[in-house]
């Protein structure tokens, strides 16, 4: 503890800083905002240096924050400062110094010069290409994840080149990719490589296959499926074997043609040209999956494959099941530790 010649040694000392006017001026601008040095120097009139002169006092007396963001150093009132009584007399003195110099007034300006400077950047006329998907997708992507409660584990199946990895990825905590060609896992396990996607585990098996079951487990959050039913011998097996796929009240979502009359596209080994809704719900609840929906995908959106003229669109049917009883590992381990905590509290209760 200060004893009395210590604290009056510090009151002195804070006088003494607080003495001169361009101090007073630098604590009131940085009480108005968070300002660079160089921009204290050109709305004061004085030079950098006079100003980083002026501010290390204030800084030792810890009165301004400092905060580094590359070559620049910006300050701004520490949050506390004015809770004494003297700095906060010495806040209004240089702020009344500072309007009646018209300082004040180009804080304002500062900040429209910064503003200004994004604004010419943006206002150029981009080169870049804008039918294709941003390169930044995959954060966006993880941006959107903690919005969705239900993303402990996705499957997806016939994965191909791993095309719909780069959406699922980024979203769920973990994803088993599924292909029976192992010249297709090769692409995916690439592409798996290249993003650093390490949440992503490559299954090789057909999908009713004991390999696949082990790396599902218990069952996924979502089964998707994207353009594999139309090769399939026998659409509505695989939509069962999908199902089976889902933890109760997991999600299947099925993306695939609408009925169609291209017969090229057999050329692609498409078994079928596409499926009416209605056979698409059949599937769905001859699986035993609940409140299949159809939702058609506008043109615009299929890309540019060999395959975009045609009409797409998407089943998403859920497995019966409480979803409100399904949580997620991270939700149960913390369970399991309150109670653990809360046992314990009790038996140290009773021990007492």
Not at 62 to 84: N, P
Not at 88 to 97: C, E, I, K, Q, T
Not at 114 to 120: K, M
Not at 309 to 330: C, F, M, N, Y
Request: hydrophobic residues 40%; aromatic residues 4%; neutral net charge.
């Amino acid at each position: 503890m200060l004893d009395a010649s210590e604290t009056k040694t510090q009151r002195w000392e804070l006088y003494r800083v607080l003495s001169e006017p361009v101090r007073l001026r630098l604590l009131a601008l940085a009480a108005e905002e968070e300002l660079a040095i160089g921009e204290l120097a050109e709305i004061l009139g004085e030079s950098q240096p006079n100003v980083s002169r002026h501010a290390a006092p204030l800084r030792q007396a810890g009165l301004l924050s400092v905060r580094k963001e590359g070559t620049r150093t910006l300050l701004s009132l520490r949050a506390d400062a004015v809770s004494d009584p003297v700095v906060a007399d010495a806040v209004a003195s240089g702020r009344a110094l500072c309007e009646g110099e018209g300082s004040l007034a180009r804080v304002a300006d500062v900040l429209r010069a910064r503003d200004s400077l994004a604004r010419e950047f943006f206002a150029r006329p981009a080169k870049d290409d804008v039918q294709g998907f941003p390169h930044e997708l995959s954060a966006y992507l993880t941006a959107l994840a903690p919005l969705i409660t239900r993303r402990r584990l996705a499957v997806d199946a016939g994965t191909g080149d791993g095309g719909l990895l780069e959406v699922l990825a980024p979203v769920f905590d973990r994803v088993v990719a599924v292909d029976r060609s192992d010249a297709q896992l090769a692409r995916a396990r690439e592409r798996v490589r290249l993003r650093g996607y390490d949440n992503v585990e490559l299954a090789s098996g057909e999908l009713g296959s004991d390999v696949v079951r082990k790396a599902v487990g218990p069952g996924a959050d979502a089964v998707f499926a994207s353009r594999i039913l139309h090769h399939a011998a026998k659409p509505a097996r695989v939509i069962e074997e999908l199902a089976d796929l889902c933890a109760p009240g997991g999600a299947l979502v099925v993306v695939d043609y609408e009925r169609h009359a291209d017969e090229t596209m057999r050329t692609q080994a498409d078994l079928w040209l596409g499926f009416a809704a209605s056979e698409l719900r059949k599937f769905a609840r001859d699986a035993g999956l609940d409140d299949p929906k159809i939702t058609r995908i506008p043109q615009p959106r299929c890309g540019r494959g060999l395959d975009a003229h045609l009409p797409w669109q998407i089943l998403v049917a859920r497995k019966a099941g409480d979803e409100r009883h399904e949580i997620s590992e991270t939700t149960a381990d913390t369970k399991e530790r309150n109670r653990a905590a809360t046992k314990a509290e009790r038996k140290k209760g009773h021990d007492t």
